[in-house]
């Protein structure tokens, strides 16, 4: 059984893809900071249904923290499959913002990237197969007013994806992007009504974190070997 890792897996979204990759097969680590209750919840969700799953309690944006937590657990087995969810959103038009929010918004996305990611590449390289799957933002492509902190993030991160993608390629291991637009989520309720999804999506509607969990799940698979160094985006055709 190969281990997967989800970041801010105790999310929305982040729960939609830890339950479609215990339903693959995998042994899901639920990475939790401030969600802890509502992972271990999940955990129970996933094992009632046959899965397999256990929670990894860090802050991302604490290196030495990650390393604690992650080192000890790859030294037997890999996890080959990560996907990089956590974020966070601090909104400001720019004038308005503040350095916290800016340093923050970058720390937990972009620096989160790197503390969760560095650490598993090399056992992940040397077992020869693995995916990468970063979760973005429409914001990163069409940017987004009063997101300039967190379209700089999630931009930084479509980079790296493409330039680690090339790093890693010729080691079975792929890295992507999935760049999600409006999604039917516990925060999205409350930033979208019905008529300004209508005048903003053109299929009328919001997405679902299972669709966004579907797309992980094939991304994860080996159906999509040739497949790197992208940013998919998944908005019902708003860009």
């Known amino acids: 059984m190969k281990n997967a890792l989800v970041t801010g897996g105790s999310g ?3 729960a939609a893809i830890c339950q479609r990759l215990a339903a693959d097969g ?3 680590y639920i990475h ?3 969600g802890v209750k509502s992972a271990l919840s999940l955990v129970d969700d996933i094992t009632a249904d046959g899965g397999s799953a256990e929670v990894l309690v860090f802050d991302v944006t604490d290196n030495k923290a990650v390393e604690e937590i992650l080192i000890p657990l790859i030294e037997q087995q890999p996890i080959q499959v990560l996907v990089n969810n956590a974020g966070i959103h601090d909104d400001a038009i720019f004038p308005g913002m503040q350095a916290a929010q800016w340093h923050r918004v970058i720390d937990v996305s972009l620096n989160g990237f790197f503390n969760v990611t560095h650490p598993l590449m090399m056992p992940m390289i040397r077992s020869r197969w693995g995916r990468i ?4 933002s429409i914001a990163s492509l069409a940017g987004n007013a009063g997101q300039v902190n967190y379209s700089a ?3 930084a991160l479509n980079s790296a ?3 680690l993608a090339r790093e890693v390629a010729s080691r079975g291991i792929t890295v992507n992007a999935i760049a999600p637009g409006i ?3 516990n925060m999205t309720a409350s930033t979208f009504n019905t008529d300004d999804i209508k005048r903003m999506v053109p299929m009328k ?3 679902t974190a299972a669709e966004v969990a579907d797309l992980v799940g094939f991304l994860a698979s080996d159906k999509a070997a040739y497949i790197t160094g992208q940013i998919i985006s998944i908005n019902g055709g708003m860009v």
């Not at 799957?133 to 973005?136: A, D, H, K, L």
């Open 32 to 34: 939790a900071n401030n």
């Open 153 to 155: 993030a999630k931009g």
């Open 183 to 185: 999604i039917e989520t």
């Open 26 to 28: 995998y042994h899901v």
């Open 205 to 207: 509607r919001a997405g």
């Open 133 to 136: 799957i970063n979760i973005s």
């Open 161 to 163: 994806t493409k330039s």
């Open 12 to 14: 929305g979204i982040g």
